[in-house]
């Protein structure tokens, strides 16, 4: 087997929200904290504090460093291709998917949180991009459809059984979200022009409406339970097989 054709094994990392502890916060830098103390709800902070020293952590131990000497570079793509078209100027204060560097650059990270969830996906040199939505009843899921799913997706969506429409509905969403975080576009990259395959088949990238898509995308469910809808994008043409650690390792990594 050649090196280009041997499988690419992401890491995925789950931690629960009340994983987290006030002893983490050392594992932030200053934006960190000041961003972190920005949140208004202690939940918010907690999923920010974990998502983060999840990904220093996981990071400082592949890279042989201390968590400290991680660092993350942050670039919107959509500011990006924003500024060199002329369309905007580069004057918004840093935002957009972490990239690692220092000690840790060449690695690859996608952060998602979402109610007791939070998740991290690492990989090397391959760019990642991991989504969890919670399944909710509450939201106006046929209201949302109208803007977010694409026209093949939502006819397909409107032939299910009412009855698992909804957390249907969230499984499009994680898929193209993912998708979106894999590329760095975020939801600025329209999450109508990215079309997946419908619930019950394989997570599969069909579409990328008006262009700016990846060249390969491989795409895959991860599964948190009935209320969780999540997915996981790794842009490549290279077979994946995905790890996912145990929460055991989880609480060893956190220090819990
Ligand atoms: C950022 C975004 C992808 C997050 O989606 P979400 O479902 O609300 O939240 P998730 O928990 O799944 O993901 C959040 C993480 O995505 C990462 N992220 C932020 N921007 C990203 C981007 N452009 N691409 C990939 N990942 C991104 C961050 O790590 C963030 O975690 P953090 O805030 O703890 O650092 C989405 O809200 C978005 O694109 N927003 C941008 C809209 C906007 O403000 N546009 C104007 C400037 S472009
Ligand atoms: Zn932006």
């Not at 429409?165 to 975080?181: M, N, P, Q, T």
Request: charged content about 25%; glycine content about 10%; proline content about 6%.
């Amino acid at each position: 087997m050649t090196v280009d054709s041997a499988p690419l094994a992401p890491t995925v990392w789950w931690a629960r929200t009340s994983d987290a502890d006030s002893r983490l916060l050392h594992l932030l830098d200053e934006g960190e904290l000041a961003r972190n103390a920005r949140f208004r709800q202690q939940a918010d902070r907690d999923r920010h504090l974990l998502g983060r020293s999840l990904a220093r952590l996981a990071l400082a131990d592949l890279a042989g460093c201390p968590p400290e000497k991680v660092t993350f570079d942050l670039r919107c793509r959509s500011c990006e291709d924003k500024e060199r078209t002329g369309a905007r100027g580069g004057d918004a204060e840093p935002h957009g998917k972490p990239h690692p560097s220092g000690p840790a650059q060449g690695l690859e990270i996608s952060v998602s949180h979402s109610g007791d969830w939070v998740g991290l996906a690492v990989s090397e040199g391959v760019p990642v991009g991991i989504d969890v939505e919670g399944v909710s009843a509450a939201r106006d899921v046929e209201g949302l459809a109208d803007y977010t799913l694409a026209e093949a997706e939502r006819r397909a969506w409107l032939l299910l059984p009412a009855e698992e429409r909804v957390s249907a509905f969230f499984g499009y969403w994680a898929r193209k979200e993912a998708l979106l975080k894999a590329t760095g576009l975020g939801l600025s990259g329209g999450l109508r022009r990215v079309a997946v395959s419908p619930p019950h088949t394989p997570a599969r990238l069909l579409s990328w409406e008006g262009g700016g898509g990846p060249d390969a995308a491989w795409l895959s469910d991860l599964d948190r339970g009935a209320d969780y809808r999540s997915a996981l994008a790794v842009l490549t043409d290279r077979p994946v097989e995905v790890v996912v650690r145990s929460p055991r390792d989880t609480a060893a990594l956190l220090g819990s």
